[in-house]
Each structure stands twice: as C-alpha cells, then as structure tokens.
C-alpha cells in the first residue's frame, strides 16, 4: 500500500478507530421538539390481572387503529401506529409490574408520544380510572 492509498483511505475519517461521523440530520430537532410536546406519561393501578389488563389494551387501542403486540420483556405490550404529524411513526407502551403494594395490585405505566396517540393513551388512561371507580374490577 502506498503513501497515496493510505492518505485516500484515511480520508474522512475522525480518528484512529476509522469510524466515519454519520452527518447531522436536520429535522432531529424538529422530530425531538415534536416529541416532546406530544409525550404522555402516566402510571395507574389496578386491581385486574396481567392478562386482563394486556387484553383491554390491545383492544382499545386495535379498535383505534394501532397495532398491539408483546415485546420481549415480561408484562409489556407495544402500540404502534402511522405517521401523525412531524412524526414519521409513532410508538407507545403499556408496562404493567404486578403485585405492587398490596396483593393483587398491578402498576401500569403508560408512556407514548404522537399527534393521535398522545390523547388515545390519555383516553386508555381515563378508561383505566374509569373501570375502577365504577367497581367494574374483580377480586
């Protein structure tokens, strides 16, 4: 290898590892800004199980057109959906730790960010609350 080729092949790199800097995205702060005035975040409790709470959430949000399903991690499901303003796709999860407290007493966390998902969590959210004022929750 030659003076020339090691010169051309060093060439944009930033440092000796040779790893190339990826170029600024210029919507990244648009995409954060977006985020970060759509997020929704809450916590709930409930006195449903697990598998309940998983099958009213996949419902309400399947019936709003979002797609459901489960991650890896146990008690945690994915909301996905469409591009809803500056956002090219939106995303949300439902988490839910059981027996926190007392007995039976499952903690939901909510967190999503979107133009249409940010208020369809809220709903989900007031839906929750909803059900356990009305004493529609077993046990």
């Known amino acids: 290898m030659t003076a020339d080729d090691a010169t051309r092949k060093s060439a944009g790199n930033d440092g000796p590892s040779g790893a190339t800097s990826a170029p600024a995205t210029p919507g990244r702060a648009e995409l954060n800004a977006e985020i ?17 709470i998983h099958d009213l959430a996949s419902t309400f949000f399947r019936e709003r057109g979002y797609r459901v399903g489960k991650t890896g991690r146990p008690g945690q499901l994915f909301v996905m959906g469409p591009a809803e303003g500056a956002l090219p796709r939106v995303t949300g999860e439902v988490n839910v730790q059981a027996n926190v407290g007392r007995g039976q007493t499952q903690l939901i966390r909510l967190d999503a960010a979107g133009e249409k998902l940010g208020p369809t969590m809220a709903d989900f959210h007031a839906h929750l609350r909803a059900q356990r004022r009305a004493g529609n929750e077993t046990r």
């Open 36 to 52: 970060a005035r759509t997020a929704f975040q809450r916590k709930a409790v409930s006195r449903l199980s697990v598998a309940e």
